[in-house]
């Protein structure tokens, strides 16, 4: 705790939980490691008045009260833990779908959960998958630090501080405010709480924090790399094994616990055609291993060509909220799975995951089912630029999102930022953004989705140029899409038209100028599509949006709380008639593309 308030009534008692900040520094890639699961009921209540932070910024001794039992605790005249009838929540879950009389409820809320310590001996991270907005942690009664932004994981040590019985308590505020990433204003729903798994990960004192492994760029697909940041001593050395590909090779760790190897070897690439992955294990010699599943592909791009292991791609697209029915952002691994297989029925071979880090799970499974993935940062809409801080919270969390998932085979662009307008602040914010995306990894493009508007000072800092455009729906008419994409076709880059799309109500049916008719949508989708297609530099397409998504924007009788954009309704099951428009411009896509690779 860096300071403590003077009062309970200290307006700044924040100030008391600004450091520790959890940070991508602590994490570690705990993909199939020996773990507590923490999941299931939690002890749960709104806090609206942040009544437990403010006293416990007062009294450091305040959520011990939380070791004693209840009765004792209570006795205590300043405990606000409310008497008895705490409320339960699903961890993962959302306030707004668990609780629903919570549905609008923005602001702090209590978790609690209690169990029981693990055997000493190894060394043991608190996980969270992630939690919106805002987490300030405390075990046994003691702060452990905070994590700012809700769609990215971040753990702590926990070693020191654990006992038999232990009690975790977590205050999650997902209140939008001017410095957050994303900031006041955005077009989807803002659920709140703990809404990915938390795990108690059991590593060995000396371990293997994380690893990334790629082929390099520019090898002729023959030579790989492997970086792996450890907790080792210098001189241990690190044993990577690809069994499928008889390589073996060791390092030695060096300062800071890091080592690094280059070798040779002839995988098959992996492609949406072909996502062949291999089975990888990076070992130290103390005993701590991790293994993994990898595809080896290169993505880059050639002045206006996009080149996937060599040959140009075209992305077959679909930008996707993560969002779930009854479950809001608590994805589970069937849920990620079907939203992409919807993807892949739409004859797609890339999905926009928009505008935030969804659950690991994504890029995993397109591991697996062979979709190419856009993973993006809510830089979104207009935020505090010029503000240093909010810089480093959305870098923090573009480092949290590329180190989770560089050795996902499917990702093949970041994106720092979404309909972001104007040099000033702006641009040098992004800009930023863009270089730390390839300090952190030099094998991926780099992008953002850009308004439809010529010489956008940031497109020089950009791979793959993407831009979101709804002529023949906000604006304009469908077929002015090609003067924009003609005009934005001189920066010599490859296009992207990364959002375009039009609203129709599931079940409405009418004449194609009757907006928001299922006619209108199709009718929409076939005059755009004429019009990007004829400009050879667009390399991709991801209409938005796959599934209708729930936004407090939006509160008309048509769209009754919904952005009704999908080509499958808010069920996630009645398919639109453009669904099928779509999918018959990809099909047609694909043949021509396999025609002319012959
Ligand atoms: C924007 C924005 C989306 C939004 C969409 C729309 O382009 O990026 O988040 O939902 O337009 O207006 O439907």
Redesign the pocket.
């Known amino acids: 705790m860096t300071t403590r308030s003077a009062s309970p009534f200290d307006p700044d008692y924040r100030e008391a939980f600004r450091e520790p900040l959890l940070t991508a520094d602590s994490l570690i890639d705990v993909h199939g490691r020996p773990h507590i699961d923490l999941d299931g009921l939690w002890r749960f209540h709104i806090d609206p008045y942040d009544v437990h932070r403010r006293r416990a910024a007062f009294d450091p001794h305040y959520f011990e009260l939380l070791m004693k039992p209840e009765e004792e605790a209570l006795r205590d005249p300043g405990a606000d833990f409310p008497a008895g009838a705490w409320q339960t929540i699903k961890v993962p879950g959302c306030w707004n779908e668990e609780h629903p009389e919570l549905l609008y409820y923005e602001g702090p809320a209590l978790y609690v959960r209690e169990f029981d310590g693990p055997p000493t001996g190894p060394r043991y991270f608190l996980h969270v998958g992630a939690a919106n907005y805002e987490a300030t942690l405390w075990l046994n009664g003691t702060f452990l630090g905070r994590h700012e932004g809700g769609f990215t994981p971040f753990c702590v040590d926990a070693t020191p501080h654990l006992q038999p019985r232990n009690v975790l308590a977590i205050v999650v505020d997902n209140r939008r405010e001017a410095d957050r990433v994303p900031a006041l204003w955005c077009?989807?729903f803002n659920y709140g709480g703990v809404f990915r798994s938390v795990r108690l990960i059991e590593v060995p004192p000396s371990h293997i924090k994380r690893t990334f492994l790629r082929l390099l760029r520019g090898s002729g697909f023959r030579r790989l790399r492997l970086d792996v940041e450890t907790s080792a001593l210098e001189g241990e050395v690190v044993t990577l094994s690809v069994a499928a590909l008889g390589v073996r090779e060791r390092a030695a760790v060096v300062k800071r616990g890091m080592a690094s190897l280059e070798f040779t070897a002839e995988p098959s690439l992996w492609s949406p055609e072909s996502p062949h992955l291999y089975e990888v294990e990076v070992a130290l010699e103390s005993g701590d291993r991790l293994e993994d599943s990898v595809g080896f592909r290169e993505v880059r791009v050639q002045e206006d060509r996009l080149l996937l292991n060599g040959e140009p791609v075209f992305l077959r697209g679909v930008c996707a909220h993560e969002e779930f029915p009854g479950r809001g952002r608590a994805a589970r691994q069937e849920d990620t799975r079907r939203m992409l297989q919807a993807a892949l029925d739409l004859g797609c071979n890339f999905v926009r995951l928009?505008?935030y880090p969804h659950h690991e799970n994504a890029a995993r499974l397109a591991d697996k089912m062979g979709l190419l993935l856009w993973e993006e940062v809510p830089v979104y809409w207009h935020l505090a630029f010029a503000d240093p801080a909010v810089l480093a919270d959305a870098r923090n969390q573009l480092r949290e999102m590329i180190l989770r998932d560089r050795n996902r085979a499917s990702v093949i662009v970041w994106a720092v930022g979404?309909?972001t307008l104007g040099p000033g602040e702006r641009l040098t914010f992004l800009s930023e953004m863009a270089a730390s995306a390839r300090e952190l990894d030099p094998s991926r493009l780099v992008s953002a989705?850009l308004l439809p508007l010529p010489n956008d000072p940031l497109t020089p800092h950009l791979d793959l140029v993407s831009v979101?455009e709804?002529f023949g729906w906000y604006y304009g008419q469908a077929e002015q899409v090609q003067d924009l994409l003609k005009n934005l076709a001189s920066c010599g880059k490859p296009l992207l038209v990364s959002?375009f799309?039009a609203d129709c109500a599931a079940g409405l049916h009418g004449s194609a100028d009757e907006i928001r008719t299922e006619e209108s949508q199709c009718d929409f989708y076939r005059r755009q599509f004429a019009g990007i297609l004829s400009v050879p530099t667009v390399v991709g397409t991801s209409p938005?949006?796959l599934y209708d998504f729930r936004t407090p924007l939006r509160q008309n009788k048509y769209q009754r709380g919904y952005?009704r954009?999908g080509l499958i309704g808010d069920d996630h099951k009645s398919r639109k008639m453009a669904f099928e428009v779509v999918r018959e411009v990809y099909e047609g896509l694909r043949d021509r593309l396999r025609g002319d690779a012959g």
């Open positions: 077009d989807w928009a505008h979404n309909e989705a979101n709804y959002e799309g938005w949006v952005n954009k």
